[in-house]
């Protein structure tokens, strides 16, 4: 239910799996296609077969141009829902409404409570009962090196939701991360749910991958206990990380020297 493994405990907050139109927009923001603007070229890899000049079959990952219009991201409103307890057993609540809030930030608020709940009932916050609220936004791995088998026995279900092509492609990407011996991993709940976090912890740096080809992969250089913390706003928009990397034909390189920096 909405990303969480089952009924969670009073004070256990998150944000919504992206399911449907107003929780994917939460999640992950959106992006308006800027028809007005030139076009630009992108980058995109797959993988994919190919013959050579002697009839040879090859396979592997390419990366291949296109011409596209400019695309301006939304960045997620990444509200979270949380867990309390009533005398009818555990509900989930919204943050408190402020009545001065632009309107569209209210509607998006109970477009997406609606979208995961069939109704919902609006009380007054001097009622409610003071709740101690844990934020639920990543599963952790017990610790140890992450090899690609192992990483890859955690993530072979995760990736089924991708095609073929997005999921050999995202394999490869995790292949390369986890030949530098990861020791610390954590997979997103909910909302978070398209990110793989691989911990070098003794360097106190981070890797945000997401399986989908397209993306970009974060890297984050601070303690867990700090980057777990940060919104989904503050992952794609406010320059906080280190470094991102675009799924380019240069990822594999950048991301390898971006690990291996002192």
Excluded at 4 to 28: Q, Y
Excluded at 147 to 170: G, I
Excluded at 242 to 254: F, G, K, L, Y
Aim: glycine share 6%; proline share 6%; hydrophobic share 35%.
């Amino acid at each position: 239910m909405l990303g969480f493994d089952g009924v969670p405990l009073a004070g256990a907050s998150i944000v919504p799996s992206a399911e449907g139109p107003a929780t994917f927009f939460n999640a992950r923001g959106k992006e308006i296609v800027r028809k007005d603007l030139p076009m630009i070229t992108k980058s995109r890899s797959i993988n994919t077969s190919w013959k050579d000049w002697h009839g040879q079959t090859h396979h592997g990952t390419q990366t291949r141009s296109y011409e596209t219009y400019p695309r301006e991201h939304i960045a997620p409103p990444g509200e979270f829902l949380t867990a309390v307890e009533t005398d009818g057993g555990i509900a989930m609540a919204t943050r408190i409404i402020d009545r001065t809030e632009p309107e569209e930030s209210i509607a998006n608020l109970l477009n997406l409570y609606l979208e995961c709940f069939p109704h919902f009932e609006i009380v007054d916050p001097n009622l409610a009962v003071p709740v101690r609220v844990e934020k639920v936004n990543w599963r952790i791995l017990p610790p140890g090196k992450f090899p690609f088998d192992r990483a890859m026995q955690v993530l072979d279900n995760y990736l089924e939701q991708l095609t073929e092509s997005d999921r050999a492609a995202a394999r490869q990407r995790i292949r390369t991360i986890t030949r530098h011996e990861p020791d610390f991993m954590a997979v997103g709940l909910g909302g978070f749910s398209e990110y793989i976090v691989f911990g070098f912890t003794r360097k106190s740096r981070y890797v945000f991958e997401s399986p989908e080809t397209g993306n970009a992969t974060y890297i984050f250089r601070n303690e867990w206990e700090e980057v777990s913390q940060l919104t989904k706003r503050q992952i794609l928009q406010e320059q906080l990380q280190e470094a991102r990397i675009i799924h380019t034909s240069r990822w594999a390189i950048e991301v390898s020297e971006a690990i291996q920096r002192k």
